[in-house]
């Protein structure tokens, strides 16, 4: 089965375009990374495929729906994390996650018993009570991985999830993503400037200018460009040169826009 | 279905956070006590209203409208913090309609700000204002009225605004004069032809007018005039709020 299927997919911003007819498939149950330098088109690409933007040309299949015409359907099926925090900080972890449960039509009984599950997931089941502006940056993002999960998607997205933490909670927030994956058969779609721990990957693809450069194992990556650690696979890919920075991350360009 | 509940949870979420923040209540008192007792009392000897109701009387209604304005306004503009500080994407990217979106945030914004003016009431003794617990029910839905009205307004607003440097902007350009134009402060059937173009044009005028008919028993138009208005206006600004989210990308 397959879980995410791009055809030709095309994002252009007035002159720039961000995403150039990229296409691959990502397998059921998958851990698919998207690597790619600043300004690459990670965020664009998930963007659309978490039907946030609409594509210019070219389509994306997403757990059996099209992004464009059935968005619903889409948004039904998949969690996702984003890369800057998206909590109610003024109120607690348990509102957040209740809050979640009903945009995402669950039922009320569901969501009570669905509360304890996924916050003893990210160990947080002690805090439900605690306003969320306590919280601290690790815990405001096992918070989200929690909510993430809250409605049982069938397909994660995670945009850069381990951003800003220290590498105890990193190594913790990758052990809860792989625990899903073996015990609920999540697809997992992430991105990450950490390239080491793409290790855990299934596959990786690498972009660059909106363009897939590559796409392979990370064992495949390693032996093809001849070298030890991914983190020099992906430099040898995409070169040494430093990307202009954007001042702040797409998602907020994004909301800026709409 | 699923939109009944993602409305029922966005008005949640902000009696939530009004229930949360008492020190927030409790501050929003103050400006309004200024008004009441500072100006009501200076203002008193000088003022002859009709059927001889006092100053502080007389404002009272008033005052409570500036009440649900203020409440009403901040709850709305509020979107913008959300889109700053990320609330707004859960909610955008959860499978729930636009219209549901700011059918949501809109009653939740006008419930606070009504439960924020029927606290006022309190006062009414203090002005002298007789209170039954009709005139606190029609009171009540007059606020909600108000609310629903300025709710959607400042959804308009605060769904172009990219900035929270704009927030002084509408409190200088929208709040104030949405407020001394109402008729909140004064008599309506004095004023030079100018002046009485603005305050018809103002939405809070009707509510104002209103809120004192069923107050006071005194009021510039026909109640069915007022509640016409304030249907209008509450129509206008949610179908416009409604366009204005449904533009993405």
């Known amino acids: 089965m397959t879980a995410i299927q791009v055809i030709n997919l095309k994002r252009k911003f007035a002159q720039f375009t961000a995403v150039d007819s990229i296409s691959f498939n990502v397998e059921e149950g998958e851990v698919f990374g998207f690597l790619g330098p600043n300004g690459a088109g990670k965020t664009t690409t998930i963007s659309m495929l978490c039907t946030l933007l609409r594509p210019t040309s070219g389509s994306a299949i997403v757990s059996c729906f099209d992004v464009t015409h059935k968005p619903t359907e889409v948004r039904k099926n998949i969690g996702i994390i984003f890369q800057d925090p998206s909590l109610d900080d003024r109120l607690t972890a348990e509102d957040n996650l209740k809050f979640h449960g009903y945009l995402y039509h669950m039922d009320p009984k569901d969501i009570k018993e669905r509360i304890p599950e996924v916050l003893n997931l990210v160990e947080l089941y002690d805090r439900k009570s605690d306003f969320v502006r306590k919280f601290s940056g690790g815990m405001k993002r096992r918070l989200e991985i929690a909510r993430g999960l809250m409605h049982r998607p069938k397909i994660l997205f995670l945009d850069e999830p381990t951003i800003g933490l220290d590498p105890q909670t990193r190594s913790h927030i990758w052990n809860y993503i792989l625990r899903m994956r073996t015990e609920h058969k999540l697809t997992i779609f992430m991105t990450t400037h950490y390239i080491n721990e793409s290790e855990i990957c299934d596959r990786i693809a690498v972009i660059d200018q909106g363009k897939i450069k590559d796409l392979d194992t990370p064992a495949n990556l390693k032996q093809k460009y001849g070298e030890k650690t991914l983190e020099d696979v992906f430099l040898k890919i995409t070169g040494r040169e430093i990307r202009q920075q954007e001042g702040e991350s797409s998602w907020m360009q994004w909301m800026r826009r709409s | ?249």
């Open chain 2, 1 to 249: 279905m699923g939109d009944f509940w993602a409305i029922y949870i966005l008005w949640l979420r902000d009696l939530k956070r009004f229930w949360y923040d008492k020190s927030r209540i409790i501050a929003s008192f103050g400006q309004p006590i200024l008004f009441l007792f500072v100006l009501g009392t200076a203002l008193s000897p000088s003022f002859s209203g009709p059927g001889g109701i006092n100053f502080s009387e007389f404002i009272f209604p008033g005052i409570i409208g500036m009440t649900v304005l203020f409440t009403a306004m901040f709850s709305s503009v509020s979107i913008i913090w959300d889109r700053e500080f990320g609330f707004l994407k859960e909610v955008l990217v959860a499978p729930i309609s636009r219209w549901s979106i700011v059918a949501g945030k809109t009653l939740g914004g006008s419930t606070v700000a009504m439960l924020q003016g029927t606290l006022m009431l309190f006062f009414a003794p203090i002005v002298g204002a007789k209170l039954s617990f009709l005139i606190i029910l029609e009171s009540m839905i007059s606020m909600f009225l108000i609310a629903l009205m300025i709710t959607t307004l400042g959804i308009v607003i605060a769904a172009r605004m990219k900035e929270m440097e704009g927030f002084h902007v509408i409190m200088n350009f929208i709040i104030m004069p949405l407020f001394f134009l109402s008729g909140a402060l004064f008599p309506l059937d004095k004023l030079p032809s100018w002046l009485s173009i603005l305050t018809r044009i103002d939405p809070l005028t009707y509510g104002v007018d209103l809120l004192r008919y069923v107050m006071i028993g005194v009021s510039e138009f026909p109640v069915m005039i007022n509640i016409s208005a304030i249907f209008g206006f509450i129509i206008l600004f949610f179908a416009v709020a409604v366009f204005e989210f449904g533009i993405s990308d």
